[in-house]
């Protein structure tokens, strides 16, 4: 007879056999040697936060005429996304003036040299071509070269924006008027009165169709240069170094 309030007591089939290996097959699937913890197993954090993003700025480039910089700025958008470039141009006749006041609101700036000043980065990029500006139907525009020699008996107009300095010119005339940015000097050489002689760059900023220009092959250069102060050199200033002395994105300094 049951005993009343008892339950059963549950048979286990197999014998001592069978209820080894069940304990075997127990202790394979999760059970580790006594003295020996398993390793602790990475944690996945989903709401981990991520790197702020760059606050947006902008790089101020300074320019003097005829400097183009169209391909380092291009090249510029594609590297910096973030950060906006901003082109300041330099009037005519400033950057022959106050070097430092040009640099005083911008990153960096392209000038011409000479310029000497222990307190700026110079990096010369590259030199500018001379050239005669003359009237169209001007004799000197039948040739494709000029030299010095050529340009005996010529009235020079010289500009009072000048960045060749003094030209030593043997049998020229100086122009009788007082000087003219290079704007109007180049204006008034298209008129016939005199010839203009300025870097190649500043010739087709100003071009004109009563007027045409030569190369001269004797002139002096004109050099410009990317020029920043030393004490402002900044992760920017070094992208746009690299930029214009044609590193990539991954090229190291």
């Known amino acids: 007879m049951a005993t009343q309030g008892r339950r059963p007591a549950r048979r286990t089939t197999g014998g001592p056999a069978l209820q080894g290996k069940q304990q075997g097959k127990t202790q394979g699937r999760g059970a580790q040697p006594k003295g020996k913890r398993a390793p602790a197993k990475a944690k996945v954090v989903f709401d981990a936060p991520r790197d ?58 392209l000038l011409r040299l000479p310029l000497a000043d222990d307190s700026l980065h110079i990096i010369t990029l590259y030199d500018e071509v001379p050239v005669v500006v003359a009237a169209a139907d001007s004799h000197l525009l039948s040739v494709d070269e000029l030299s010095i020699a050529d340009l005996a008996g010529e009235v020079v107009i010289v500009p009072s924006d000048d960045v060749l300095g003094p030209i030593d010119l043997p049998g020229t ?3 009788a008027f007082a000087p003219l940015p290079t704007a109007e000097a180049i204006v008034t050489a298209a008129s016939g009165v ?41 992760p920017d200033v070094e992208t746009f170094v690299g930029i214009v002395r044609g590193r990539t994105s991954n090229s190291s300094r």
Request: proline share 11%; aromatic share 4%.
């Open 52 to 109: 702020a993003p760059e606050e947006p700025r902008v790089f101020r480039l300074a320019t003097v005429p005829g400097t183009t910089p169209g391909k380092w700025i291009d090249a510029w958008k594609q590297r910096m996304p973030h950060v906006r470039l901003e082109l300041v141009p330099v009037e005519a006749g400033v950057e022959a003036g106050d070097r430092h006041g040009i640099l005083a609101d911008v990153d960096a700036a």
């Open 173 to 175: 005339t100086p122009a």
């Open 194 to 234: 005199g010839i203009v002689i300025v870097p190649m760059s500043l010739a087709r900023l100003h071009h004109r169709k009563d007027a045409g220009h030569r190369p001269l092959l004797d002139g002096p250069t004109s050099t410009v240069a990317l020029v920043w102060p030393r004490e402002r050199t900044t």
